[in-house]
């Protein structure tokens, strides 16, 4: 498992077990109380993943209170895996918007500055091509509007990303 810190840079740490996942929340639990405060949490982070990876005291507050299913404003073990999970979920999320914005980049139109940023459909049978699957403009252009939800013949990035998931 991979957690992540809640910022724009991408730092993680790799949990492979659940007892490397006890061995974490102890090493977050400085008091050894049994209970991972919101500044315990936010010096541990800052810790495992650098300070390029911090998060401020409200941010840390704000992580914690997300989690915290009984409302005492502190982790038990078991809202820190939770917590966890949520992290390795929002970093995958993260990993797949990258992804789709490389997919993205590689079908948009670049060559006419009017549709830059729009995937076309000479820019889609252009790619298609490249990929071995030749189809000409027309099917190319009914591809397209399946998925084109504003009608205006080329695909946004948001119409492209509801397309991927579709598929």
Do not use: W
Request: glycine share 8%.
């Amino acid at each position: 498992m991979v957690v992540a810190a809640p910022s724009s840079q991408s730092c993680s740490i790799s949990i492979s077990s659940s007892s490397e996942l006890g061995s974490l929340f102890a090493a977050f639990d400085a008091d050894a109380d049994g209970r991972i405060s919101a500044s315990e949490l936010r010096e541990c982070m800052r810790a495992t993943l650098g300070a390029e990876a911090a998060v401020s005291a409200e941010e840390a507050e704000a992580l914690v209170a997300d989690a915290d299913a009984d409302g005492d404003g502190l982790l038990d073990a078991a809202e820190f895996a939770r917590l966890v999970a949520r992290l390795q979920q929002d970093a995958g999320e993260e990993d797949r918007h990258r992804g789709l914005r490389l997919a993205f980049g590689m079908y948009s139109e670049t060559e006419n500055n009017m549709e830059a940023g729009c995937i076309t459909p000479a820019s889609l049978r252009r790619m298609l091509a490249r990929l071995g699957a030749h189809q000409d403009v027309d099917e190319c252009r009914h591809m397209i509007c399946r998925f084109d939800l504003d009608g205006d013949g080329v695909l946004s990035f948001d119409e492209f990303k509801i397309m991927m998931n579709a598929a």
